[in-house]
């Protein structure tokens, strides 16, 4: 997926463990997005960073953190993992502001079970 | 009320069948648009981005937007098997400092043999 790599691809957890999902590009895109894909919900937006240790929330944050200390690398970690947070993750990057008008590039996407 | 509104389908047609897909917005600074297609268990893909209002054509595939009516479509033509996904519409404006898409939740099409 042009530059764009999340891991892992699949994990079950018990509830109540952290869980990190890592996202990596080789693309050097400034901008970086998690999104959560839930049947009925479609794509909603978690956390994304517009640079180095520059995050914020998106519409569904709560329960969810983020860090970015590399361009290349945003983690996104469920500080006690809960069923209602079992969904499919995705990881996008956009190469800046400005850029976000062409759409983003998508990773592959992270299939998360709480169980 | 959601920003973008998609009918969600699923959308069953025959090979070869013209199909629209569409989506309304209710945000007046939405300036730019894009359709991703959606793979089964895949990330999503960019099939086509557009701004203003009026078509875009690439091969198969035409976007329209009204602005005046806050509508989108896709249409696509000589439809075939492969195109089996779910599209989602998405859209920004810049103005106001964004730099988020909105998305659409998504309409699954299925081209039948």
């Known amino acids: 997926d042009a530059g764009i790599t999340q891991s892992p691809r699949h994990k079950v957890t018990e509830t109540g463990t952290p869980v990190t999902l890592r996202c990596h590009q080789t693309?050097?895109?400034?901008?970086m997005y998690w999104y959560r894909q839930d049947p009925g919900h479609g794509l909603r937006l978690i956390h994304y960073?517009?640079?180095?240790?520059?995050?914020d929330k998106g519409e569904v944050s709560d329960g969810y953190s983020v860090s970015r200390s590399k361009t290349e690398d945003f983690l996104l970690t469920l500080e006690s993992a809960t069923s209602s947070q079992t969904s499919v993750y995705f990881c996008?990057?956009?190469?800046?502001?400005?850029?976000?008008?062409?759409?983003?590039?998508f990773g592959s996407g992270t299939r998360l079970t709480v169980v | 009320q959601k920003e973008v509104e998609q009918d969600p389908g699923p959308l069953s047609v025959p090979e070869g069948a013209i199909v629209s897909l569409n989506c309304t917005y209710s945000?007046?600074?939405?300036?730019?648009f894009m359709w991703y297609r959606q793979y089964s268990r895949k990330g999503p893909e960019l099939l086509m981005y557009?701004?203003?209002?009026g078509n875009k054509e690439d091969g198969r595939f035409t976007a329209q937007v009204d602005k005046s009516s806050k509508y989108i479509s896709l249409f696509i033509r000589d439809s075939q098997p492969s195109d089996s996904a779910t599209y989602l519409c998405?859209?920004?404006?810049?103005?106001?400092?964004?730099?988020?898409?909105?998305f659409g939740t998504g309409t699954q099409l299925k081209v039948e043999l």
């Open positions: 693309e050097n895109h400034r901008y």
């Open positions: 557009t701004y203003s209002s």
């Open positions: 960073s517009y640079g180095v240790k520059d995050t």
């Open positions: 998405a859209m920004i404006g810049l103005t106001g400092g964004g730099n988020k898409l909105t």
């Open positions: 996008a990057i956009s190469e800046s502001r400005q850029m976000t008008i062409y759409g983003y590039t």
């Open positions: 945000n007046s600074a939405f300036q730019y």
